[in-house]
Every structure is written in structure tokens, then in C-alpha cells.
């Protein structure tokens, strides 16, 4: 469940950044190797927050790791932090976004993905989401 403000009861375990990096209406997703959380969902990339990381540089990090693309911190612009709580966990979930000229092939890290692919918000709206992208998606794109 999604929250855009801080609930009261709130426990946070961790923050997680999230990165849609965008060309021409559309955006990556990564599908996720079966034998990870939330296994055979899709997502764009990110990951949690390492100690004392700052946030941007998270986002930079895990684009890098999980799509090989390199992006400056100056590209990267901050979009919103919600609220999110799943059955085991509450967390932070910072959303970030970026432009870029071409949709560059995407190098995925095998073990934690098996597939990428530039897709339109309503195209990604019909694959298994990873939980609550749905509401980020609408959210983001306004849809």
C-alpha cells in the first residue's frame, strides 16, 4: 500500500530509490529473476540506499548496476518520496527520473534480472508489476 504522507504508524526497515529513465513516451523495466523477492514481477531499476549514501547518488548507482547506463548526477531529477508498506515491512521509496537522447541497450546484471525492455506506461500497465508500481506508474505519468 502506497501512502504519500508518513503514516503515524509507520516502521521504516530502509529506503529504496526507484530511477524511470525515459525516451520518446517511453521507459525501461527490468523483469526480475524468479528467485528473487517479488520474483517474475517487472520494475525499473533501483535498491535500496547504502548507509550515509546520499539519495541521488543511490539512483545513479543502482541505474548503473542494474541497466549498465551511466548517468550523471546532474541528470537525474527527484520526483517524489511515498510511503510504502507490505505485509512483512514498511519503507521509503524515493522516485527519481531521467531523459536520455536513445534507447540505449540495456545490459541487465543476469542475476537479479532476465529481461529489459522500453515499453510505453500503458504497455507496462499489462505485465505483473512489481508491488505498487501500478500507483507509481499513474502517478508518474499521470495516467
Same mark, same amino acid.
Given at each position: 500500500?502506497?501512502?504519500?504522507?508518513?503514516?503515524?504508524?509507520?516502521?521504516? /526497515?530502509?529506503?529504496?530509490?526507484?530511477?524511470?529513465?525515459?525516451?520518446?513516451?517511453?521507459?525501461?523495466?527490468?523483469? =526480475?529473476?524468479?528467485?528473487?523477492?517479488?520474483?517474475?514481477?517487472?520494475?525499473?531499476?533501483?535498491?535500496?540506499?547504502?548507509?550515509?549514501? $546520499?539519495?541521488? /547518488?543511490?539512483?545513479? =548507482?543502482?541505474?548503473?548496476?542494474?541497466?549498465?547506463?551511466?548517468? =550523471?548526477?546532474?541528470?537525474?531529477?527527484?520526483?517524489?518520496?511515498?510511503?510504502?508498506?507490505? $505485509?512483512?515491512? %514498511?519503507?521509503?521509496?524515493?522516485?527519481?527520473?531521467?531523459?536520455?537522447? =536513445?534507447?540505449? *541497450?540495456?545490459?541487465?546484471? /543476469?542475476?537479479?534480472? /532476465? %529481461?529489459?525492455?522500453?515499453?510505453? $506506461?500503458?504497455?507496462?500497465?499489462?505485465?505483473?508489476?512489481?508491488?505498487?508500481?501500478?500507483?507509481?506508474?499513474?502517478?508518474?505519468?499521470? *495516467?
Amino acid at each position: 500500500m502506497i501512502f504519500y504522507q508518513e503514516p503515524d504508524d509507520f516502521d521504516k /526497515k530502509f529506503d529504496v530509490v526507484g530511477c524511470f529513465i525515459i525516451n520518446c513516451g517511453q521507459f525501461v523495466l527490468l523483469h =526480475r529473476q524468479d528467485d528473487k523477492p517479488q520474483g517474475d514481477t517487472w520494475g525499473i531499476p533501483g535498491g535500496k540506499k547504502n548507509d550515509k549514501e $546520499p539519495l541521488i /547518488k543511490t539512483a545513479c =548507482r543502482e541505474t548503473f548496476e542494474e541497466t549498465g547506463l551511466a548517468i =550523471r548526477q546532474s541528470k537525474i531529477a527527484f520526483f517524489k518520496t511515498l510511503y510504502v508498506r507490505y $505485509p512483512e515491512y %514498511d519503507f521509503v521509496y524515493h522516485i527519481f527520473h531521467t531523459t536520455i537522447d =536513445r534507447q540505449a *541497450k540495456i545490459k541487465i546484471n /543476469k542475476q537479479e534480472h /532476465k %529481461d529489459a525492455r522500453w515499453l510505453t $506506461p500503458q504497455e507496462a500497465l499489462e505485465l505483473p508489476l512489481i508491488g505498487d508500481l501500478d500507483g507509481c506508474l499513474k502517478l508518474f505519468f499521470g *495516467k
